[in-house]
Structures are given as structure tokens and as C-alpha cells.
Nanobody, 117 residues
């Protein structure tokens, strides 16, 4: 059974930093990453990293956020620096598993990140 367990959200002032962690179990994932969902907006990709190391960032977080992955621990991390109020959202860990029928998406329970101005 696949399980994604997130930690690290919280309340921080603008300009501050937070680190999100996600520990996965139950499978090997081709891609792991983070999405966020802010009130009134659609869920959006924040950053993703493939098992081989290829990284993708949303334009809004480039230069401020850093995604990393520990394949041995099946974990993914998101270091968030220079946080802005517009980064406030629920952040979800995502893991993609390749199967014979296509890509299967798994999601964590979400962790709240609130950035005060």
C-alpha cells in the first residue's frame, strides 16, 4: 500500500524559510514532487524531480525554492526561501508510479503553509 507522509508546514513571516519533507512507502516512483492549492485557485505544480535527477520548477518559485530527493529513503524535500504571502497554500506531496496501464498518481494528506505579511 502506497503512503506519502508529509511534514514541515507552518506559519512564517514574509522573507522566511520552511522545509517540507515527504516520506513515501510502498513503491518506487519515477517522479516525486510538490503541488499547492490556494483558496480560489487551481492546484498547481510547484516543483518535481525525476529519479534520474531532472528537475522542474514553477516560474513563480524559481530561485527561491529547491527540491531534492533521497532515493535511498524514498523521500522528497522542498526547501522554501524568501517566502511571500502569495506562497500561502496547502502543499501536497505527489508521487508518480509507472505501470503497464500508464502513470498512477499518489498524494499526501497536505500540509498548510501560511506566510504572513
Amino acid at each position: 500500500q502506497v503512503q506519502l507522509v508529509e511534514s514541515g508546514g507552518g506559519l512564517v513571516q514574509a522573507g522566511g524559510s520552511l522545509t517540507l519533507s515527504c516520506a513515501a512507502s510502498g513503491s518506487i516512483f519515477s517522479t516525486m514532487g510538490w503541488y499547492r492549492h490556494a483558496p480560489g485557485k487551481q492546484r498547481e505544480l510547484v516543483a518535481s524531480i525525476r529519479s534520474g535527477g531532472t528537475i522542474n520548477y514553477a516560474d513563480s518559485v524559481k530561485g527561491r525554492f529547491t527540491i531534492s530527493r533521497d532515493n535511498a529513503k524514498n523521500s522528497v524535500y522542498l526547501q522554501m526561501n524568501s517566502l511571500k504571502p502569495e506562497d500561502t497554500a496547502v502543499y501536497y506531496c505527489n508521487a508518480k508510479e509507472s505501470s503497464w496501464s500508464g502513470i498512477i498518481d499518489y498524494w499526501g494528506q497536505g500540509t498548510q503553509v501560511t506566510v504572513s505579511s
